[in-house]
């Protein structure tokens, strides 16, 4: 048994560029509970117009092998993606595909991704309609917006912030995202997600709840709770949205 991961050991996989993740799993950790790091390298982080956020992508793709042996070595119990864009990449059969290659390299163990985990969430709440905002390009938010259409949402409005670089995302102010809440909010919409995981929303996102009076969904408070929840444990959480606490 290992000493400080006694209930479950999470790997966790990230882009290079990303300082958030970590952040949001350390402040979220139940106890016995260890997250484990590994980066894919990210050597241009430019993501100001479609192609280099395409490029991005395929830097991604191209070293997520790495990054998960490299994890693996520390012998996980389960496996939770980090990012956000390559896992609504291609709509709801890209998503499965991505989410059926990782199972496959990790030798069948139980992996949560950003995508399904904010279905999940969604689900939880029993909404259909809803505002979804991002820190990326139009072309990945076309993306976002076919993968929640494909299972079973209706997004009424897709806002993306156009961060200038990969890095640049977790420069996005919190002044900015409330401004962008409360844009994107309507009296039809019954639920906001927020995707992009070098994003900083966790906290926002619980106080958010209370003025917008509906269910704000993290996409890294999403993925830690169902990554916790597929572990098998029932750990609730407060300070960081009703679905920590709730579900």
């Not at 430019?46 to 998960?68: F, K, V, W």
């Not at 012998?75 to 499965?96: L, N, Q």
Request: hydrophobic share 45%; proline share 4%.
């Amino acid at each position: 048994m290992d000493i400080t991961g006694y209930r479950a050991k999470v790997g966790v996989i990230v882009p290079s560029t990303n300082t958030v993740v970590e952040h949001d799993t350390a402040l979220l950790r139940p106890h016995g509970v260890t997250f484990h790091t590994g980066r894919m390298r990210i050597t241009d982080p430019r993501m100001d117009n479609n192609e280099n956020y395409e490029a991005l992508i395929m830097q991604i793709r191209g070293s997520i092998d790495e990054a998960l042996s490299d994890v693996m070595t520390a012998k996980p119990d389960v496996m939770m993606m980090g990012m956000s864009g390559e896992t609504f990449w291609g709509g709801a059969k890209g998503h499965d595909a991505f989410f059926e290659r990782v199972t496959n390299f990790t030798g069948g163990l139980q992996v949560t991704t950003g995508a399904g985990a904010c279905r999940a969430a969604l689900e939880a709440f029993g909404v259909k309609r809803i505002a979804v905002f991002s820190p990326y390009q139009p072309v990945a938010d076309v993306e976002v917006v076919k993968y929640f259409t494909e299972v079973g949402f209706e997004v009424e409005t897709m806002k993306g912030l156009k961060a200038p670089n990969a890095t640049a995302i977790a420069e996005i102010s919190p002044e900015q995202v409330i401004a962008t809440l409360k844009e994107i909010d309507s009296p039809s919409v019954q639920a906001i997600v927020q995707v992009g995981t070098n994003l900083s929303m966790v906290g926002i996102a619980d106080q958010a709840e209370h003025w917008l009076g509906k269910p704000v969904i993290s996409i890294n408070a999403a993925t830690i709770w169902q990554t916790m929840r597929k572990a098998g444990f029932t750990d609730t959480w407060g300070g960081a949205g009703r679905l920590l606490r709730e579900f």
